[in-house]
C-alpha cells in the first residue's frame, strides 16, 4: 500500500510538472533576431517583425502568470517597456521589468482592484504600434477585478461566495462575472485597441474554452445579460446584492452595452493561444505511470459535475477492475481530469478534491488492499487549504475511526481537510505556479 501511495503521488507530480507555465510559454513563443513567431513549433500562427513595434507590455493575471512573464522577459528581454501582473497571495517571484500584484482569490480584494486598475491603465496607452502580451491563467477571474459602475468590492465578494457555495458550474460563474465587470468578457481587449495583442491562455475549464479562462478578458464573449440573470434564477439566488440585480436588468434592457462579441472591431489584432491544458497534464501522467509498469487509461479531460457523485462513479471503476480487470487490467492506472462542483451544506473545511476522496474513502472501505485513489488541483491549491487535495485507501476510514471519527459525518459538514488531517491522506506539494483544473488517479495493484 505504501508503494501505491508513493507512486500515486510520483505520478500526480509528472502530471504537474509537464504543464509548467514557463516552458509552455517557451514552447510557443519565440524570438530570433528581429522575428517574433507564435503558436505550435511545427506550425506558427502567426510571425511578426519586432521593428514594426514602438513599445512592448507585458500584462496578465492569475495563479500562473509569474513564472509566464519571467519566459516572457527572457525571451524579449530590453524590448519590453513595462509589465503589469496581478497573482495570488504567495504566488509571486521576482521579475526584472513586470510589476507583480498580489491580492486575494477565490474572493476579490481592493489588492487586485488596484492591481488592475494598473493593468488598464496600461492597455489604454497604447497605440497603433504597440505589441500587447497578455498571460491569462486559472485564477484570473478573481485577481482581474473592476467592478460596473454602481457595484462595490463587496457585492462582488458577496455574490462570488454565493456562487462557489450553491454548486455553480466555472462557465456560469464566469458568466456574471463578466456582466458585472468592466474588465471581462473581452473589455480588456477593448481598452488596449488599436494595438497588436497576443493573448497567452494556460487553461483551466474544461473543453478549453476561451471565453472562459479567466472570463475572457481578451476573447470574444458569446454570453448575455439574459443568460447571466437566468443563471441567478436557476439556482434561486434571491439574496444577490440589489445592485448587481439592477445591472442585470439595465443590460436585459439595453441600458449598458453588451460585452463585445466576434464581430466587434476590438478583435481585429488579437491572436488568442491557449499553451497549456488539463489534457497535456492526464497525458503526462499516463505516460509516467506506465514507465513505472501500469496499464493506463485516461478516461477524459472533462469530467464535470457534483463532486460526491464524481467519486461514486470512479470508485465503481475500481470495484470492476478489482472484480473483473475491465476495463483496464492490473497493474491498472485510470486517469481522469477536469472539474467538479461541490454543494457546499456543512460548515467545514476542504475543497472539491479532498471532497471527492472521503466520498471515494467511503466506498473504498473493505476493499482489498490493493487500490488507492488521488485527487489533486494542479496548481496545489484545494480550497481555503494548504492542501492539493489527498490520496485515500480501503483503510482510510479505520484510521479515522481509531481517530474518533466517522468519515461520514465530515463528509455531510464538507470537513474533508481535518478529517484528513488526522488522518494523513493531505497531498501537500505547496503552490506550484500552474493551473490546469484536476487530476485523479486510481491505482490497483
Not at 457546499?344 to 482489498?368: S, V, W, Y
Amino acid at each position: 500500500m505504501e508503494t501505491l501511495r508513493s507512486e500515486a503521488e510520483t505520478i500526480f507530480r509528472s502530471a504537474v510538472a509537464a504543464v509548467d507555465p514557463h516552458a509552455a510559454v517557451r514552447r510557443f513563443v519565440r524570438v530570433k533576431g528581429n522575428s517574433l513567431s507564435v503558436g505550435p513549433e511545427a506550425e506558427p500562427v502567426r510571425t511578426f517583425d519586432l521593428d514594426q513595434f514602438e513599445r512592448i507590455f507585458l500584462v496578465g493575471g492569475g495563479k500562473a502568470a509569474s513564472p509566464m512573464a519571467r519566459a516572457m522577459e527572457e525571451l524579449l528581454g530590453t524590448r519590453i517597456t513595462r509589465g503589469i501582473i496581478n497573482v495570488k497571495y504567495g504566488f509571486g517571484s521576482k521579475l526584472s521589468v513586470t510589476e507583480t500584484v498580489e491580492a486575494r482569490h477565490p474572493l476579490p480584494d481592493e489588492k487586485g482592484i488596484q492591481g488592475t486598475a494598473k493593468i488598464l491603465t496600461l492597455l489604454q496607452s497604447a497605440g497603433e504600434r504597440d505589441l500587447v502580451f497578455s498571460m491569462i491563467s486559472g485564477g484570473g477571474s478573481a485577481l482581474l477585478v473592476h467592478p460596473g459602475e454602481g457595484i462595490s468590492l463587496q457585492d462582488m465578494q458577496e455574490l462570488t461566495r454565493t456562487l462557489l457555495e450553491c454548486g455553480a458550474g466555472i462557465d456560469e460563474i464566469n458568466t456574471l462575472r463578466k456582466h458585472i465587470s468592466a474588465v471581462k468578457g473581452g473589455q480588456m481587449a477593448r481598452a488596449a485597441m488599436p494595438a497588436t495583442t497576443i493573448n497567452l491562455m494556460l487553461s483551466d475549464v474544461v473543453g478549453d474554452r476561451m471565453d472562459i479562462i479567466a472570463s475572457g478578458p481578451f476573447v470574444p464573449d458569446h454570453s448575455t445579460f439574459r443568460e447571466a440573470w437566468e443563471i441567478l434564477e436557476k439556482y434561486n439566488l434571491r439574496d444577490v446584492p440589489r445592485s448587481i440585480r439592477a445591472r442585470l436588468k439595465e443590460g436585459m434592457e439595453g441600458r449598458i452595452p453588451e460585452t463585445p462579441k466576434a464581430d466587434d472591431p476590438a478583435f481585429a489584432r488579437v491572436h488568442n493561444l491557449i499553451v497549456g491544458s488539463n489534457m497535456l497534464a492526464l497525458q503526462a501522467a499516463e505516460k509516467k505511470a506506465v514507465s513505472l509498469g501500469y496499464n493506463s487509461l485516461i478516461l477524459s479531460s472533462m469530467i464535470e459535475g457534483e463532486t460526491r457523485e464524481v467519486a461514486r462513479v470512479h470508485t465503481g471503476i475500481a470495484k470492476e477492475v478489482l472484480k473483473t480487470g475491465k476495463p483496464v487490467r492490473p497493474p491498472a492506472c485510470i486517469i481522469s481530469g477536469g472539474e467538479t462542483t461541490v454543494t457546499i451544506r456543512g460548515k467545514g473545511l476542504g475543497g472539491r478534491n479532498q471532497e471527492f476522496c472521503l466520498a471515494a474513502a467511503l466506498e473504498l472501505k473493505g476493499l482489498p488492499d490493493r487500490a488507492v485513489i488521488l485527487s489533486g488541483g494542479t496548481d496545489g491549491d484545494d480550497g481555503p487549504t494548504e492542501a492539493a487535495g489527498a490520496i485515500v485507501d480501503s483503510h482510510t476510514v479505520a484510521r479515522g475511526e481509531q481517530a474518533g471519527m466517522a468519515a461520514s459525518d465530515f463528509l455531510q459538514d464538507n470537513d474533508a481537510y481535518h478529517f484528513f488531517e488526522k488522518t494523513g491522506d493531505l497531498l501537500v506539494t505547496g503552490p506550484t505556479g500552474t493551473n490546469v483544473m484536476d487530476v485523479r488517479l486510481i491505482l490497483i495493484r
